[in-house]
Antibody, heavy 118, light 106 residues
Framework: QLHLEESGPGLVKPSETLSLTCTVSGASVNNNTFFWGWIRQPPGKGLEWIGNIYYSGSTYYTPSLKSRVTISADTSKNQFSLKLTSVTAADTAVYYC??????????WGQGTLVTVSS | SYEVTQPPSVSVSPGQTASITCSGDKLGHKYVCWYLQKSGQSPVLVIYEDYKRPSGIPERFSGANSGNTATLTISGTQAMDEADYYCQAWDRSSVIFGGGTKLTVL
């Protein structure tokens, strides 16, 4: 059974870098069938796609965050990661990792709340 | 950039049929999927590729997509179906979410 789990600091200071890791079990991030991605949800608001990564290392990002986002993968640990630079309070959200299969997201992590505050 | 639009809220009586729409330019030319999200939980895929149901999703959930509108239909709505529902499309290698619809079962 596929399982994804987000990990990382729950509190980040303004202007610093948010870093999260998604650990995958039950599937390989090195599999050419899937993409692996990040989605966030500010408190009380809707879902926002951040971006994803393919096994080849190709990445795709939402235009509004592209200048601040990096998604990478560590196949030796079966993990992929998110870095978001220069954060502000507007980046406070629950961050989810998920598996992309074709054009939908079929497995999601439980999410982790990241608060941006000094 | 491409956008899809959902009504903020839909209400339905138990046992009745709920319909949630998702609108976008020529949306019928794209695949649409739907997620439900209960309070405090992660989203769950309920429909993909317009009308297909993942394993474990009840048959009362169905989907259609034509023209500029995709529709999620819940037949015989139950109290447990009360949740936020999000449609999602794919455009130019990007995932596009609708703003979400809160389904209330009165």
């Amino acid at each position: 059974q596929l399982h994804l789990e987000e990990s990382g600091p729950g509190l980040v200071k303004p202007s610093e870098t948010l870093s999260l890791t998604c650990t995958v079990s039950g599937a390989s991030v090195n599999n050419n069938t899937f993409f692996w991605g990040w989605i966030r949800q500010p408190p009380g608001k809707g879902l926002e796609w951040i971006g994803n990564i393919y096994y080849s290392g190709s990445t795709y990002y939402t235009p509004s965050l592209k200048s601040r986002v990096t998604i990478s993968a560590d196949t030796s640990k079966n993990q992929f990661s998110l870095k978001l630079t220069s954060v502000t309070a507007a980046d406070t959200a629950v961050y989810y990792c998920a598996r992309h299969y074709q054009q939908h997201l079929d497995y999601w992590g439980q999410g982790t709340l990241v608060t941006v505050s000094s | 950039s491409y956008e899809v639009t959902q009504p903020p809220s839909v209400s339905v009586s138990p046992g009745q049929t709920a319909s949630i729409t998702c609108s976008g330019d020529k949306l019928g030319h794209k695949y649409v999927c739907w997620y439900l999200q209960k309070s405090g939980q992660s989203p769950v895929l309920v429909i993909y590729e317009d009308y297909k149901r993942p394993s474990g999703i009840p048959e009362r959930f169905s989907g259609a997509n034509s023209g500029n509108t995709a529709t999620l239909t819940i037949s015989g709505t139950q109290a447990m179906d009360e949740a936020d529902y999000y449609c999602q499309a794919w455009d130019r290698s990007s995932v596009i979410f609708g703003g979400g619809t809160k389904l209330t079962v009165l």
